[in-house]
């Protein structure tokens, strides 16, 4: 069943139930129960244990409104088995026109960032919170991350990073479940479910206030230091 289906389905059943009980609608347990259990089959990706796989099962994405209005889907890129991976927010008008993440001036950005520690892209996996622009480059909508977050977290799984550096705000208070400042979340090695998670600001904020400069170039340092450890 795919995603305009589902939507008639769900349709159905909401105009059967308003015609049964008009203004204070009734919603059976079980038949949204029966719904919800439609929609979590439809994620057969579940097993898929490969990454190319993986983008082919979901770059058609329709879970959320953004889906609609993209060029192109930007699912990450980069080393399939890196021991680091970068996560960033969500595409920009680069990204977007070429389905891949952190192609625009902050990718340029974050590309001499990593060549300051002896790594190149293509060495580290990178990623997004959500795969879809948003309008205007606004912050994703809570929803919007929930709807796309199951993707990353498969990401994760089969790249296996050791290591994973949060760009920005957002990754780092959506990974980590919480709403405390960037300032607050960086300079400290996180635990994420038995991987080291590590937080700095986003190059594209690094562009507006050169001043975060600094803290990030400690950051990153501290990135190589726990890279390095973990290989000994
Ligand atoms: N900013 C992000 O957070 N991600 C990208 O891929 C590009 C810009
Ligand atoms: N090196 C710098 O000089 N600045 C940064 O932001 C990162 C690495």
């Known amino acids: 069943m795919n995603f305009e289906e589902y939507q008639h389905r769900i349709e159905q059943f909401l105009k059967n139930e308003i015609e049964l009980y008009g203004d204070e609608l009734v919603l059976p347990r079980d038949a949204v129960q029966a719904l919800f259990d439609v929609h979590e089959s439809q994620a057969d990706w579940q097993s898929i244990g490969d990454l190319a796989q993986f983008h082919s099962a979901i ?15 930007v699912f990450g890129s980069g080393n399939p088995a890196a021991e680091i991976m970068l996560i960033g927010e969500a595409p920009g ?15 340029q950005l974050l590309d001499k960032i990593l060549a300051a520690i002896q790594l190149d892209r293509n060495e580290v996996y990178i990623g997004n919170i959500i795969k879809c622009r948003p309008p205007q480059n606004r912050d994703p909508l809570p929803q919007e991350i929930e709807a796309c977050l199951p993707y990353l977290h498969k990401q994760i799984e089969l790249v296996d990073p050791t290591i994973i ?26 635990d994420y479910f038995g991987r080291k998670l590590i937080v700095t600001y986003h190059p594209a904020a690094l562009l507006r206030y050169p001043q975060y400069k600094r803290d990030t170039w400690e950051d990153v340092q501290l990135l190589q230091r726990i890279y390095i450890e973990s290989k000994k």
């Open 93 to 107: 008008a680069d990204e977007d026109r070429q389905g891949l993440p952190f192609v625009g001036k902050a990718g």
């Open 59 to 73: 770059k058609d994405c329709l879970k959320c409104p953004l889906g609609g209005n993209r060029i192109k889907f």
């Open 165 to 190: 550096l949060c760009l920005g705000r957002i990754a780092a208070q959506t990974l980590l479940r919480t709403t405390e400042s960037l300032g607050r979340l960086r300079s400290k090695v996180h």
